[in-house]
């Protein structure tokens, strides 16, 4: 249910706002509140008269109208509601919003705001594959920007294939999961996620095996939880969870960095699978092929991100989780790990190659806290991620 939340609904110009019309009769079932903004390229779509009828309010369209202004001024309008949707989120919308643009009412609310934003994009296939509307999509999650859709389907431009705005029920729930209150509402959670890339030169580097399935996972289901996340990926294969604040990097001397700069927060996984060594002094200059024999590296020890974080004498995150990815005497090596680093719980796995786990869909967890070993069964990662963030929850 929406009783009592406030939704600030931006149509723009795309022929999927006629969902949109189905979306605020939607809403306003569930008890929500739907102030309506219309852009230019919207009006050609939908009419204005519409729009209010089935908001049952004021529809506003232009940035400098003086009559609105006296009422609400745009940067009041911006902060009224509880959450910013934008349904249809056109290409050109999404290139404002990445770049910062107010050029009209929509792109200066969406500048103004300090409330959260959820966006429905909808387009023709071309324009969402477009190079230009995927780097504006990886800015806008990063962000904290929240997307959903599109789906897959006919357009209306006679094509097929991902560019049809979501249906309203789908941005009902996606609404319904942001602004329904959780055991985690308030809470800042840093989460570390992916491998790290540590260069040999300008086009060589030493990684590892990680997927980042498991880190991604479980920044969804602390920010399912309300938690707001901040997500430090390393280059990851899974894609980093929606609607959180995603900070990429590669390097481990990187992530710490990042996780210094995100710091307070109430809690701290640590789930980046961190090269331990660099090279201690990695090239400018492609290595070349030498008579004179192979090249000799040299390596450098990484800082130890989780040890450090733990062992920080003010501003410690109240909960910090490690990991412990083992190949044998599993509990043995991740006790002994939870006390050497100072962290207060370990997420201990089998990562032997006959497991499967590393790049695998499952996962079979040992959670060790102070109160000892508590072996989990077989589940998939997004299962271990749902049980890990209600034990977060339930401690912090
Ligand atoms: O020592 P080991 O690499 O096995 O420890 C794993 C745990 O420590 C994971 O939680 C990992 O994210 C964290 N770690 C770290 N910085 C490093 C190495 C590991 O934060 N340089």
Redesign the pocket.
Known sequence: MLQGKHILLIIGGGIAAFKSLDLIRRLRERGATVTPVLTRAGEQFVTPLSVSALAGRKLYRDLFDLGDEAEMGHIQLSRVADLVVVAPATADLMAKMANGHADDLASTLLMATDTPVLIAPAMNVRMWDHAATQRNLVTLKGDGIAVVGPNDGDMACGEFGPGRMSEPMEIVAAIEARLTDGPLSGKRILV?SGPTHEPIDPVRYIANRSSGAQGAAIGRALAALGAEVIFVSGPADAAAPDGVEVIRVET?QQMLEAVEAALPVDAAI?????A?WRVASASDRKLKKSKDGLPMLEFAE?????RMVSQMKHGRPGLIV????ETDDVIDNATA?RLR?GCDWIVANDVSPATGIMGGPENAVILITDDGADVWPRMTKDAVARRLAQRIADAL
Do not use: R
């Open positions: 570390t481990a640590f789930a980046a699978a961190v331990d990484n800082p130890d991100i989780l490690g990991f412990a990815a790990k680093k």
